[in-house]
Nanobody
Framework: QAQLVESRGGLVQPGGSLRLSCAAS????????MAWYRQTPGKQRELVAR???????FYADSVKGRFTISRDNAKNTVYLQMNSLEPEDTAVYYC??????????????WGQGTQVTVSS
Protein backbone atom coordinates (compact mmCIF):
# COMPACT_ATOMS: atom_id res chain seq x y z
CA GLN A 1 0.00 0.00 0.00
CA ALA A 2 1.09 3.56 -0.70
CA GLN A 3 0.07 6.89 0.69
CA LEU A 4 0.54 10.09 -1.29
CA VAL A 5 0.87 13.39 0.53
CA GLU A 6 0.67 16.56 -1.52
CA SER A 7 1.98 19.96 -0.66
CA ARG A 8 -0.44 22.78 -0.12
CA GLY A 9 -1.62 24.67 -3.18
CA GLY A 10 -2.73 28.24 -2.89
CA LEU A 11 -3.83 31.47 -4.46
CA VAL A 12 -1.61 32.83 -7.22
CA GLN A 13 -1.96 35.85 -9.44
CA PRO A 14 -2.16 35.37 -13.20
CA GLY A 15 1.33 35.04 -14.63
CA GLY A 16 2.66 33.76 -11.35
CA SER A 17 4.32 30.48 -10.44
CA LEU A 18 3.72 27.69 -7.99
CA ARG A 19 5.40 24.36 -7.32
CA LEU A 20 3.51 21.34 -6.08
CA SER A 21 5.14 18.30 -4.58
CA CYS A 22 3.83 14.86 -3.72
CA ALA A 23 5.65 12.30 -1.62
CA ALA A 24 4.80 8.61 -1.71
CA SER A 25 5.32 6.43 1.31
CA UNK A 26 4.55 2.84 2.16
CA UNK A 27 5.88 -0.64 1.68
CA UNK A 28 6.47 -0.77 -2.03
CA UNK A 29 8.67 -2.69 -4.41
CA UNK A 30 8.76 0.02 -7.08
CA UNK A 31 6.97 3.16 -8.14
CA UNK A 32 6.41 3.21 -11.89
CA UNK A 33 4.79 6.26 -13.44
CA MET A 34 3.80 9.34 -11.48
CA ALA A 35 1.41 12.01 -12.65
CA TRP A 36 -0.60 15.09 -11.87
CA TYR A 37 -4.29 15.40 -12.71
CA ARG A 38 -6.67 18.28 -12.13
CA GLN A 39 -10.40 18.65 -11.79
CA THR A 40 -12.87 21.53 -11.79
CA PRO A 41 -16.49 21.34 -10.65
CA GLY A 42 -18.71 19.54 -13.13
CA LYS A 43 -15.83 18.29 -15.23
CA GLN A 44 -13.94 15.03 -15.45
CA ARG A 45 -10.52 14.74 -13.92
CA GLU A 46 -7.94 15.42 -16.61
CA LEU A 47 -4.32 14.43 -16.97
CA VAL A 48 -1.94 17.37 -16.70
CA ALA A 49 1.45 15.69 -16.86
CA ARG A 50 3.00 12.25 -16.44
CA UNK A 51 6.54 11.06 -15.86
CA UNK A 52 7.72 7.51 -16.19
CA UNK A 53 10.40 5.83 -14.12
CA UNK A 54 12.98 6.38 -16.86
CA UNK A 55 12.27 10.09 -17.02
CA UNK A 56 10.12 10.30 -20.15
CA UNK A 57 7.35 12.85 -19.82
CA PHE A 58 3.96 13.70 -21.26
CA TYR A 59 2.10 17.01 -21.03
CA ALA A 60 -1.41 18.05 -21.87
CA ASP A 61 -1.46 20.56 -24.70
CA SER A 62 -2.93 23.19 -22.41
CA VAL A 63 0.16 23.23 -20.16
CA LYS A 64 3.01 22.53 -22.60
CA GLY A 65 5.76 25.07 -22.25
CA ARG A 66 4.43 26.33 -18.92
CA PHE A 67 4.45 23.32 -16.59
CA THR A 68 7.32 20.98 -15.82
CA ILE A 69 6.99 17.61 -14.11
CA SER A 70 9.98 16.01 -12.42
CA ARG A 71 10.66 13.29 -9.90
CA ASP A 72 13.21 12.33 -7.30
CA ASN A 73 13.26 8.55 -7.22
CA ALA A 74 15.36 8.45 -4.08
CA LYS A 75 12.67 10.40 -2.25
CA ASN A 76 9.68 8.85 -4.07
CA THR A 77 8.55 12.38 -4.78
CA VAL A 78 7.07 14.01 -7.85
CA TYR A 79 6.99 17.74 -8.50
CA LEU A 80 4.96 20.01 -10.73
CA GLN A 81 6.48 23.39 -11.48
CA MET A 82 3.75 25.67 -12.82
CA ASN A 83 4.74 28.90 -14.51
CA SER A 84 2.77 31.58 -16.36
CA LEU A 85 -0.35 30.49 -14.54
CA GLU A 86 -3.70 31.39 -16.04
CA PRO A 87 -7.16 31.58 -14.46
CA GLU A 88 -8.03 28.48 -16.50
CA ASP A 89 -5.48 26.54 -14.44
CA THR A 90 -7.67 26.94 -11.36
CA ALA A 91 -8.56 23.46 -10.18
CA VAL A 92 -8.01 20.83 -7.55
CA TYR A 93 -4.75 19.10 -8.43
CA TYR A 94 -4.31 15.42 -7.65
CA CYS A 95 -1.12 13.44 -7.51
CA UNK A 96 -1.19 9.88 -8.86
CA UNK A 97 1.25 7.03 -9.00
CA UNK A 98 1.23 3.44 -10.12
CA UNK A 99 3.30 1.21 -7.90
CA UNK A 100 4.09 -2.42 -7.27
CA UNK A 101 3.81 -3.72 -3.74
CA UNK A 102 6.09 -6.41 -2.34
CA UNK A 103 4.03 -9.10 -4.04
CA UNK A 104 4.56 -7.27 -7.36
CA UNK A 105 0.89 -6.41 -7.68
CA UNK A 106 0.50 -3.15 -9.58
CA UNK A 107 -2.01 -0.62 -8.22
CA UNK A 108 -2.88 3.01 -8.72
CA UNK A 109 -2.84 5.46 -5.83
CA TRP A 110 -4.21 8.98 -5.48
CA GLY A 111 -3.33 11.93 -3.31
CA GLN A 112 -5.96 13.86 -1.39
CA GLY A 113 -5.99 16.80 -3.79
CA THR A 114 -4.88 20.38 -3.32
CA GLN A 115 -6.62 23.54 -4.47
CA VAL A 116 -4.83 25.89 -6.84
CA THR A 117 -6.58 29.17 -7.55
CA VAL A 118 -5.29 31.64 -10.13
CA SER A 119 -6.92 35.01 -9.66
CA SER A 120 -6.10 38.66 -9.27
Amino acid sequence: QAQLVESRGGLVQPGGSLRLSCAASGTLFRINDMAWYRQTPGKQRELVARIWIGGNTFYADSVKGRFTISRDNAKNTVYLQMNSLEPEDTAVYYCYCSAEDLTRVLRGYWGQGTQVTVSS
